[in-house]
């Protein structure tokens, strides 16, 4: 099944502790993609990446890392949480960076932050 | 840069009622516009899509939407709510030229359904 598959599905963690996100899609998708969504903020991008070893900044990179060594995955690193990353965070992936393919979503990590 | 607007947070309907949420958008190229709906505990799917091909787009599970250039909207419709389609619906914009590089969602309009 296509499907792009994040873990943990919740985490609670302390400030300064640091921690990955991973993400994994099985679609051979070029474009890989990181969002964060917040009460009455909607969905923002954090990162994205249009192929390995290509990654480049969205919209709300700060306190956040990530990589693309392989095709199929993107881990979030946050190095030193801060309560302020307590969100719910999505991955993301497409066959390219083209608008018009179908992003596909995975089901989402609920982060909390003390 | 693109921008969209999601006029209501919450949109409150009977079963049976005609569904409209709207969706305002702002590009100065040729947009790409979207709406998305989010189940409880789910990620985010993608009911439907204009890409500059026919300005009423049909989705999935009977919603549609209508691309109008002079007015700047996105509205989403379905002619008869069901107590499924109880969600959180985004709309987000990109550009022609920059994919989704540069999507931007709106804030979320979250769908009510009473009996």
Known sequence: ?114 | AQSVTQLGSHVSVSEGALVLLRCNYSSSVPPYLFWYVQYPNQGLQLLLKYTSAATLVKGINGFEAEFKKSETSFHLTKPSAHMSDAAEYFCAVTASNTGFQKLVFGTGTRLLVSP
């Open chain 1, 1 to 114: 099944e296509a499907q792009v598959t994040q873990n943990p599905r919740y985490l609670i963690t302390v400030t300064g502790k640091k921690l990955t996100v991973t993400c994994s899609q099985n679609m051979n998708h070029e474009y890989m993609s990181w969002y964060r969504q917040d009460p009455g903020l909607g969905l923002r991008q954090i990162y994205y990446s249009m192929n390995v070893e290509v990654t480049d900044k969205g919209d709300v990179p700060e306190g956040y890392k990530v990589s693309r060594k392989e095709k199929r995955n993107f881990p979030l690193i946050l190095e030193s949480p801060s309560p302020n990353q307590t969100s719910l965070y999505f991955c993301a992936s497409s066959l390219s960076l083209a608008g018009a393919e179908k992003l596909f979503f995975g089901s989402g990590t609920q982060l909390s932050v003390l």
